[in-house]
């Protein structure tokens, strides 16, 4: 028997956020998260999730929650079962080397995000913020596993950071997903702050975007720190089939100041924030950091 997904199988359904907040915070209230499986495991053998189009996004706050009742066999069905929870053995004894998971308890559920070392599920089941792409891979601590039966099923939340690297750490160019209109330099600066800088002599439009995932008919706000010479800034979100965004009209900013735009998604799930200005044909810049975007 293979082990698969059973979608949309987690436990009752919970409260959308009493106000847009963090993916970290709606995780810890418990509020309705963007994505959520549950995995079931037949015999405790190994499975993974989400699938590529749901994998986890760096800012993303992942739980993951076994069902600590269910029970799987690591005998085989022509002798006496050995029944073992998630939690695996009781006392605890740590697995030989050539085990999926060396030290850690004989036959508990391990898990591993994107290679990274395993770690036991039943430890783990606090909310925890990831900052790379990935999958988990769950299964038993055991070796071998072909002749066990039973299974285990495991829940699995993901609470979306919708904006990927806000803060643009990296390399000093805007870099995706990230990305710009218009033909006026734009960098990022190689200072402490790595601000995203936008410059603009001419006539034209210049701005910085990121689409991003949302729940359809949601309440969202992003956010960001502004900085700017020019006279009128746009800063906010474009919404599929609407038209004008849902924007603040600011400027000049001398001092950095934290601009905040709530929008609704709709129907959608995306939805592209941006910060950008018209040129006048007289050299301005805008600075832009620390974007996020917050959901109920």
């Known amino acids: 028997m293979l082990a698969g997904l059973i979608a949309g199988a987690v436990p009752a359904h919970a409260l959308p956020a009493p106000f847009p907040t963090t993916a970290m915070d709606r995780c810890q209230q418990g509020a309705d998260p963007d994505w959520k499986t549950t995995l079931r495991l037949a015999g405790g053998r190994g ?7 749901n994998q986890v996004r760096p800012g993303d706050v992942v739980r993951i929650v076994p069902h600590a009742g269910d029970r799987v066999s690591a005998t085989g069905w022509w002798t006496q079962p050995l029944w073992v929870h998630p939690d695996g053995v009781s006392p605890r004894v740590g697995a ?10 004989q036959l508990s559920l391990i898990g591993q995000f994107d290679g990274n070392r395993p770690v036991e ?3 783990n089941t606090n909310c925890q913020q990831l900052n790379k792409y990935g999958t988990f891979e769950f299964r038993i601590n055991d070796s071998p596993d072909w002749d066990n ?3 285990w099923d495991v829940d699995i939340a993901i609470f979306r950071g919708p904006v990927v690297n806000g803060s643009f750490d990296g390399p000093a160019s805007i870099s995706a997903p990230w990305f710009t209109e218009g033909t006026e330099f734009k960098f990022v600066s190689t200072d402490s702050a790595h601000t995203a800088i936008l410059s603009n002599g001419g006539a034209g439009w210049n701005a910085i975007l990121q689409t991003i995932p ?3 008919f949601t309440d969202y706000v992003v956010e960001g720190d502004l900085r700017t010479s020019a006279n009128t800034v746009f800063f906010g979100a474009r919404i599929p089939n ?3 965004p849902r924007e603040q009209h600011v400027g000049p900013l001398v001092n950095t100041t934290r601009i905040r735009q709530p929008f609704n ?3 959608n799930t995306s939805v592209t924030i941006f910060a950008g200005f018209w040129g006048t044909n ?3 810049f805008l600075s832009v950091d620390n974007v996020r975007v917050l959901s109920r």
Do not use: F, I, Q, T
């Open 149 to 151: 039966y039973g299974s």
């Open 242 to 244: 609407e038209w004008p």
């Open 121 to 123: 599920a039943m430890r």
């Open 282 to 284: 007289e050299p301005h």
């Open 214 to 216: 949302v729940r359809p």
């Open 47 to 53: 499975a993974k999730a989400p699938d590529p189009a």
């Open 265 to 267: 998604s709709g129907p």
């Open 96 to 105: 030989p080397l050539g085990w999926p998971g060396p030290g850690l308890n």
